[in-house]
């Protein structure tokens, strides 16, 4: 059974750019859903992705979007970008209406300078 | 921001010790769920819980969903290096598509 799959692990971009992290979900998921992780804090849910539209949203500006694909992988998007973006990306895929089947990816962290 | 208190932020002891968590919320949740980090991971499940005064044991830990529904707490028993990291509780929705997390305990164990 494949878990989570993140990509890139790292990244460093400069303000106001764009960034797309990507999301492979555990096999047999068909649910998405995209936390951020402040340094020394909890995951905070930014939405969730279920047949290929939201399913929900956090308290995340517009310029935090996503996408869900066929085979339930996702994307997620942030536009110009802030320094208070900078953060540890985690995926979770489950299967729609799991209240515990989430398996969480080892995340991207993306720096902002 | 969170709506989840969770205490200590931090502990640090022997090996062998027990050790005692808590979480707190101002929302009633529907279930509440217990994770640990590793550093450079995402957070891993350890238990669930999904009644009111439910009582749940996974080896050496043991958590309870609080008779309100807006607490839960989480022992480890005869703790060993193994168990450093960060601990989460997490609340989920009605909804069902959103976790609620706490701040984290840092617990560290010194052999």
Redesign the interface.
Known sequence: ETG?TQSPTHLIKTRGQQVTLRCSSQSGHNTV?W?QQAL??????IF?Y?REEE??R??FPPRFSGLQFPNYSSELNVNALELDDSALY?C?SSSH????G?T????TRLTVV | GQQLNQSPQSMFIQEGEDVSMNCTSSSIFNTWLWYKQDPGEGPVLLIALYKAGELTSNGRLTAQFGITRKDSFLNISASIPSDVGIYFCAGHNNAGNMLTFGGGTRLMVKP
């Open positions: 989570v859903s936390y020394g804090q909890g995951p905070q849910f969730q279920y399913n929900g956090g308290n985690l979770a209406g799991a209240s515990y989430y969480f990816g080892s995340g």
